[in-house]
């Protein structure tokens, strides 16, 4: 159903050929433009004009690499599904509410036709008119809304149909996302996680070295002795007679 919708919004933005190029376009990585010009039968400028047309929607992102050997840059492609069902949504409710303009107009107006010219013609327009058609001359005659009245509402329920298709469709893709970002992060906790446990362990190491180095000076430091002052005895006994007198 998804793919059936894509290729609707792409054949409403580009034409046909658009239309077939979401067949080969994925949602979740990048393909090369070289192989989708391949399988569609179209060259490499045709191809690109096709989306280029699709990314002036944003409905379509790419990605650019050079090549080493040729020196060129081929362009990657990847469809934005998000996006592109947004913007069928967007279209269905804009063409109800036109169509259910026009019912409400239906049920409260009269509408004059030309049967011969198959011109239509609102009341104030007919009574402009004299209720006489200017290219023939033959007179207008009532409209019956009541087939008119039912193809707009079978063509609006059809609409509805699909535009809760379309919702049902968005809300899955909206899931995917949420799902993939709550990957992400965990991803990312998991990553932050290892490199904090990983400096926890260094530092622990370096604390370990730092101690040993300390452990290790210490004992190959030698504490200086301090050497005592040499007394003679002659001096004592010259102090000891100095006093007696």
Request: no cysteine.
């Given at each position: 159903m998804q793919d059936k919708f894509l290729k609707e919004v792409l054949g409403i933005v580009a034409g046909k050929s658009a239309g077939d190029i979401?067949?080969?376009?994925?949602?979740?990585?990048?393909?090369?433009?070289?192989?989708?010009?391949?399988?569609?039968?179209?060259?490499?400028?045709?191809?690109?004009?096709?989306?280029?047309?699709?990314?002036?929607?944003?409905?379509?992102?790419?990605?650019?690499?050079?090549?080493?050997?040729?020196?060129?840059?081929?362009?990657?492609?990847?469809?934005?599904?998000?996006?592109?069902?947004?913007?069928?949504?967007?279209?269905?409710?804009?063409?109800l509410n036109q169509f259910y303009n026009q019912i409400k107009s239906r049920e409260a107006k009269r509408f004059y036709s030309c049967e011969r010219c198959n011109i239509e013609f609102s009341e104030e327009n007919a009574l402009f008119h004299d209720f006489s058609c200017d290219e023939c001359g033959a007179l207008f005659t009532l409209k019956d809304n009541t087939k008119i009245l039912r193809e707009y509402k079978r063509t609006c329920d059809r609409w509805k149909n699909q535009l809760q298709l379309v919702e049902e469709e968005i809300q899955k893709e909206e899931g995917k996302i949420e799902k993939k970002k709550i990957k992400e992060a965990k991803k990312e906790e998991k990553e932050k996680d290892k490199k904090k446990s990983?400096?926890?362990?260094?530092?622990?190491?370096?604390?370990?070295?730092?101690?040993?180095?300390?452990?290790?000076l210490k004992k190959r430091v030698v504490k200086k002795k301090i050497p005592k002052k040499k007394i003679h005895k002659k001096k004592i006994l010259k102090k000891i007679k100095k006093k007696k007198k």
């Open positions: 979401g067949e080969f376009l994925d949602g979740n990585k990048y393909i090369n433009e070289f192989i989708i010009a391949e399988k569609l039968g179209l060259t490499i400028n045709q191809t690109r004009n096709i989306l280029y047309k699709i990314s002036d929607y944003g409905l379509v992102s790419s990605i650019r690499k050079k090549d080493k050997k040729k020196g060129w840059y081929t362009y990657f492609w990847k469809i934005e599904i998000l996006k592109s069902l947004t913007f069928l949504k967007n279209i269905l409710e804009k063409n990983v400096k926890k362990k260094v530092s622990k190491t370096s604390v370990k070295k730092i101690v040993k180095k300390k452990k290790i």
